[in-house]
T-cell receptor, first 110, second 113 residues
């Protein structure tokens, strides 16, 4: 089983719709969780951290289920500018930092 | 604010040539990382450093070397370039290894022909 698994997509979604991505991780000792956004030919940037209690930032909601080793990201009222690749990222707790999923490609269509 | 700065942005190397990818950060972060990203793939860790004078191998270190003589700089060296090293390279830094944001440079697109 890969360390961090995501559906690569692409997800083609009309503007204004709600879209959800999922991610699973294999290491039950993982300590912290993030969603990063990567635009085409650009560097990854932090979108939001993911907390056990779930957290929301505007139109974005992230949830963590430690028992199922599952992370989700929900985007409401999607905008054209949300088109990007969304990377699920896990920190196992070691000094070697973050483990990245391959990313889910989202295309918002007008 | 500069953040993490990588140079060069693009480079074409011939097989067997060597080069150094430069990375510097101005956030006084102890932790620095080098990743490579191949098309359609996730980022893979090449080397990392937890502070000046300390480096360690990541998942894919073969063919690369690093040094960390200062907190700010973390150069990545390719000694004998091979086509398999064609990739996009990202340098990143973070304040700690746990539960903190990693900041990335803009990347170096390297092609080995």
């Amino acid at each position: 089983r890969k360390e961090v698994e995501q559906d690569p997509g692409p997800f083609n979604v009309p503007e204004g719709a709600t879209v959800a991505f999922n991610c699973t991780y294999s290491n039950s000792a993982s300590q912290s969780f993030f969603w990063y956004r990567q635009d085409c030919r650009k560097e990854p940037k932090l979108l939001m951290s993911v907390y056990s209690s779930g957290n929301e930032d505007g139109r974005f909601t992230a949830q963590l289920n430690r028992a199922s080793q599952y992370i989700s990201l929900l985007i409401r009222d999607s905008k054209l500018s949300d088109s990007a690749t969304y990377l699920c990222v896990v920190n196992k707790g070691g000094a070697d930092g973050l483990t990245f999923g391959k990313g889910t490609h989202l295309i918002i269509q007008p | 604010n500069a953040g993490v700065t990588q140079t060069p942005k693009f480079r074409i190397l011939k097989i067997g040539q060597s080069m150094t990818l430069q990375c510097t950060q101005d956030m006084n972060h102890n932790y620095m990382y080098w990743y490579r990203q191949d098309p359609g793939m996730g980022l893979k860790l090449i080397y990392y450093s937890v502070g000046a004078g300390i480096t360690d191998k990541g998942e894919v270190p073969n063919g690369y070397n690093v040094s960390r003589s200062t907190t700010e700089d973390f150069p990545l060296r390719l000694e004998l370039a091979a086509p398999s090293q064609t990739s996009v390279y990202f340098c990143a830094s973070s304040y700690s290894a746990h539960n903190t944001e990693a900041f990335f440079g803009q990347g170096t697109r390297l092609t080995v022909v």
